[in-house]
Structure formats: C-alpha cells, structure tokens
C-alpha cells in the first residue's frame, strides 16, 4: 500500500501541472481552456520528435517541447480568444472555439506524424542517471523536477506583483481595467505560463509511459486534471496541488484495488462529487462575491 501512496503522489503532481496550466487561463481569462488537452498532446509530439526521431538528449527535447507548446499557447490567445474577448463573445462562444481550437491542433499532429501511438523507448536513458528505492528512474525524475516547478509557481502567484495581478484580474477585470492597468499583458503572461506547465506535465507523462496513445490520452488527462481543480477549488491556485494529490492518490489505489479499469473513474468522480456535496467550492475554496 505505501508503495501505491508513494506513486499516487507523483501521480498526482503531473496532475497539478495540468491543473495549473488550466487554471491560469480560467482564472484569469474566464475561458474554459479545452484547448489545453490539444496543447498536451502536441507536447507529447514535440518531445517524441526531438528525442527519438532527431535523438537529443532527452532533458533538451523537453526543453524544446515545452518552448515550442509555450509558443502555440500564446498563439492560441492571440488568434483565436483574444479577438473573440475583444468581440466581446460569450463564454459559450469560447468555450466551442476552444474545442475547435483542440480538435485543429489533434487533427494536423496526426497528420503530420501519421501515428497514433508513440512509444518513447528513447527515456530509457534516465534510468543512466537517478534511481530511487522501488520507483523508476523517470518516477524520481517526475518528482524532483514536477515538484519544485509546482512551488515555484505556487510561490510566484502568492508573492510576485504579478501573481497579485493575475488575483487581482480573477476577481474583477474591469476595475482592474478601470485602474490603469493592461488586461492584454496578463493575459499573455497566463497563457505562456500556462502552455509552459502543460507541456512539462505532458513530456515528463510521456517519460514515464511505454506508449502514449495521444487523442485519447490527453483528453482523459485533461478530464483528470480538470477534476483535480475542481477538487482543491476552482479559484484558489494552491488548491491545483491538493486536488491533484488526491486524484494521484484515488487513481493508483484504485489500481491497486480493483483491476477493472472502470472502477478508475468511477472513484475519482465519485470522490469528487461527494467532496463538492459537503464543500461545493472545492477543498481550498471560498464563496465567490456575487454583486
């Protein structure tokens, strides 16, 4: 069982990274940020192409994966939301371009690369470099480069000026506006932001699988990572690493449990729907002004 906690935990803080990179667009933009599952599995392809098929070492293709993922992200707010936001669309609106926007990004990746799966024998190397008591050398990884991101992220939202701005614009972005300040910069940073933690939780998911099948696993990431936000509290940044523990945690105890994969879902929203009964904002939540 501890051997099953220990890996719900780094389970859980790829989970976290998801969550984040959802929740900066969400709270600082109100999109629901569907697009956000295309982003991850473009970053698995990203990866897959850099380390096995150009053969880089495997730390630089993730770091070009996530610059490249960084990039689309803020080419997504620039063609596709912001024009919408300053159209002053619904968020109906938005939320079905995003989908748009998810299924184009899916579509040309499998184009492209004419393969569903993608089987990254090249991580093997990690195990060259760090290994751990019973994990494997890229769950050590997973967790010594996940975790400190998550803090340091956690930390720039609470402390910097521009984690107050991003809290700031949530919480009502035309006084913001009214202010003097420029929407447009903090929307940008969100969505580079956002890109950045999406495509490491992607690429270091991708260290530690034998195959990714992309369509299908990033949407069923994303679901599990949007759970995870909803779990810790929707508005609160700190509640994306809770949440993400306890999805981590739900899912590979229910492994342990039960080898029926169905039971996998059935915990973790079943989990979530009783936490939302008893606490509808969410672990770390707290009840929204409504003027």
């Given at each position: 069982?501890?051997?099953?906690?220990?890996?719900?935990?780094?389970t859980?803080v790829?989970?976290?990274?998801?969550?984040?990179?959802?929740?900066?667009?969400?709270?600082?933009?109100?999109?629901?940020?569907?697009?956000?599952a295309?982003?991850?599995g473009?970053?698995t392809?990203?990866?897959?192409?850099?380390?096995?098929?150009?053969?880089?070492?495997?730390?630089?293709?993730?770091?070009?994966?996530?610059?490249?993922?960084?990039?689309?992200?803020?080419?997504?707010?620039?063609?596709?939301?912001?024009?919408?936001?300053?159209?002053?669309?619904?968020?109906?609106?938005?939320?079905?371009?995003?989908?748009?926007?998810?299924?184009?990004?899916?579509?040309?990746?499998?184009?492209?690369?004419?393969?569903?799966?993608?089987?990254?024998t090249?991580?093997?190397?990690?195990?060259?470099?760090?290994?751990?008591?019973?994990?494997?050398?890229e769950?050590?990884?997973?967790?010594?480069?996940?975790?400190?991101?998550?803090?340091?992220?956690?930390?720039?939202?609470?402390?910097?000026?521009?984690?107050?701005?991003?809290?700031a614009?949530?919480?009502?972005?035309?006084?913001?506006?009214?202010?003097?300040?420029?929407?447009?910069?903090?929307?940008?940073?969100?969505?580079?932001?956002?890109?950045?933690?999406?495509?490491?939780?992607?690429?270091?998911?991708?260290?530690?699988s034998?195959?990714?099948?992309?369509?299908?696993?990033?949407?069923?990431?994303?679901?599990?990572?949007?759970?995870?936000?909803?779990?810790?509290?929707?508005?609160r940044?700190?509640?994306?690493?809770?949440?993400?523990?306890?999805?981590?945690?739900?899912?590979?105890?229910?492994?342990?449990?039960?080898?029926d994969?169905?039971?996998?879902?059935?915990?973790?929203?079943?989990?979530?729907?009783?936490?939302?009964?008893?606490?509808?904002?969410?672990?770390?939540?707290?009840k929204?002004r409504?003027?």
């Amino acid at each position: 069982m501890l051997q099953f906690i220990i890996n719900g935990l780094i389970t859980g803080v790829l989970y976290s990274l998801m969550a984040i990179g959802f929740s900066l667009v969400y709270n600082t933009t109100k999109v629901f940020h569907i697009a956000a599952a295309g982003i991850w599995g473009f970053a698995t392809y990203m990866y897959y192409l850099f380390s096995v098929k150009i053969g880089l070492p495997v730390f630089a293709a993730i770091g070009i994966a996530i610059v490249i993922s960084m990039g689309l992200s803020l080419i997504i707010e620039l063609v596709v939301y912001r024009p919408f936001y300053k159209k002053k669309a619904s968020t109906g609106v938005m939320m079905i371009a995003s989908i748009g926007v998810m299924t184009v990004i899916d579509s040309l990746t499998m184009i492209v690369f004419e393969s569903h799966d993608l089987t990254p024998t090249h991580v093997d190397g990690l195990g060259n470099y760090w290994r751990l008591l019973d994990l494997s050398a890229e769950q050590c990884w997973q967790l010594a480069i996940g975790l400190p991101a998550l803090v340091i992220v956690l930390v720039f939202l609470k402390r910097t000026g521009w984690g107050s701005q991003f809290r700031a614009i949530s919480a009502d972005e035309h006084l913001y506006a009214s202010l003097g300040y420029n929407i447009f910069h903090v929307r940008t940073l969100a969505f580079v932001l956002s890109g950045c933690f999406i495509a490491l939780s992607s690429c270091l998911y991708i260290c530690g699988s034998q195959s990714v099948r992309s369509y299908t696993e990033s949407l069923n990431f994303f679901v599990l990572a949007l759970a995870a936000m909803v779990i810790g509290g929707t508005h609160r940044f700190g509640g994306c690493l809770i949440g993400g523990m306890v999805v981590g945690l739900a899912q590979e105890i229910s492994k342990g449990v039960w080898s029926d994969a169905n039971w996998l879902d059935l915990v973790i929203f079943g989990l979530t729907i009783i936490i939302l009964l008893f606490k509808t904002e969410g672990i770390l939540g707290h009840k929204q002004r409504s003027v």
